[in-house]
């Protein structure tokens, strides 16, 4: 967890509309060697227990299964806005069942990262609970940064256009995190889908050039690449744990 370039949200789950863009927060947890499964059991009963009626702070759950975090578990708490953090949404018990029954099972966990979804250069019409698997591509953005997010709102608009089965979600840090970490998650129904992408992806590219013009992609994003930090892109494979989260909601269009 130690250096660790977050993951957000994605997020694989969906929220509901709201007048700002959705905040999130997101930490990641390692589990004490051997305790994978006591851990995943702990945050199940907890979740279950104070996270799921309609007025209950709402925390979502994956499973990192391929990249640096393999095997620990990134849990994600939902604003939705930046005023719903004012007051602690989370009760003295609690926190206190936490500090007794999951934390003691936690190895390490990283610092905590805010993110504030990007609405124009995210397309999510995917319906509550149907993708479980997200492609997170961290960016560490420096220089030039309108290159970047012209591209990432072409992207979007492209995506939307082809009509491809292909949810897209964009989280800028709005603490926590690096300067210029942008988080761009594609969600998935299955891995099967997600063996898919890259031939969905070319389809985007075209309709992309379609709209934008001739070799508009290869141009747009080479541009987002010399936009970049060195090492700048990081990425990760997650599994969303419905029985660790609180009930999908339908998310921002």
Same mark, same amino acid.
Do not use: C
């Given at each position: 967890?130690?250096?660790?370039?977050?993951?957000?949200?994605?997020?694989?789950?969906?929220? !509901? +509309?709201?007048?700002?863009?959705?905040? @999130?927060?997101? $930490?990641?947890?390692?589990?004490?060697?051997? =305790?994978?499964? #006591?851990?995943?059991?702990?945050?199940?009963?907890?979740?279950?227990?104070?996270?799921?009626?309609?007025?209950?702070?709402?925390?979502?759950?994956?499973?990192?299964?391929?990249?640096?975090?393999?095997?620990?578990?990134?849990?994600?708490?939902?604003?939705?806005?930046?005023?719903?953090?004012?007051?602690?949404?989370?009760?003295?018990?609690?926190?206190?069942?936490?500090?007794?029954?999951?934390?003691?099972?936690?190895? !390490? +966990?990283?610092?905590?990262?805010?993110? @504030?979804?990007? $609405?124009?250069?995210?397309?999510?019409?995917? =319906?509550?609970? #149907?993708?479980?698997?997200?492609?997170?591509?961290?960016?560490?953005?420096?220089?030039?940064?309108?290159?970047?997010?012209?591209?990432?709102?072409?992207?979007?608009?492209?995506?939307?256009?082809?009509?491809?089965?292909?949810?897209?979600?964009?989280?800028?840090?709005?603490?926590?995190?690096?300067?210029?970490?942008?988080?761009?998650?594609?969600?998935?129904?299955?891995?099967?889908?997600?063996?898919?992408?890259?031939?969905?992806?070319?389809?985007?590219?075209?309709?992309?050039?379609?709209?934008?013009?001739?070799?508009?992609?290869?141009?747009?994003?080479?541009?987002?690449?010399?936009?970049?930090?060195?090492?700048?892109?990081?990425?990760?494979?997650?599994?969303?744990?419905?029985?660790?989260?609180?009930?999908?909601?339908?998310?921002?269009?």
């Amino acid at each position: 967890m130690k250096n660790l370039l977050f993951t957000l949200l994605i997020i694989i789950v969906s929220f !509901s +509309s709201y007048s700002q863009s959705m905040v @999130v927060w997101l $930490d990641y947890h390692t589990p004490v060697k051997g =305790k994978g499964s #006591e851990l995943s059991d702990a945050i199940k009963d907890k979740t279950k227990k104070y996270n799921q009626g309609a007025d209950a702070f709402q925390l979502y759950t994956w499973e990192v299964i391929a990249g640096s975090n393999q095997g620990n578990y990134a849990r994600a708490g939902v604003g939705p806005t930046w005023a719903d953090f004012d007051n602690n949404p989370v009760s003295s018990k609690e926190l206190d069942y936490w500090m007794e029954n999951v934390d003691p099972l936690i190895a !390490s +966990s990283s610092g905590r990262e805010y993110y @504030v979804r990007r $609405d124009a250069a995210s397309h999510d019409v995917a =319906k509550p609970g #149907e993708n479980t698997i997200g492609f997170n591509i961290d960016y560490v953005v420096g220089a030039n940064r309108d290159h970047f997010w012209k591209f990432r709102r072409n992207i979007a608009n492209a995506l939307k256009e082809s009509g491809e089965d292909l949810s897209l979600n964009v989280w800028a840090s709005g603490g926590g995190g690096p300067q210029g970490h942008v988080r761009v998650s594609f969600n998935f129904r299955n891995l099967e889908h997600y063996g898919n992408f890259r031939q969905i992806m070319g389809r985007v590219s075209d309709t992309y050039d379609e709209i934008y013009g001739n070799n508009a992609w290869d141009t747009d994003i080479q541009l987002l690449r010399e936009s970049l930090e060195m090492w700048g892109a990081q990425t990760e494979l997650v599994r969303f744990l419905p029985e660790l989260s609180s009930p999908p909601i339908a998310l921002q269009e």
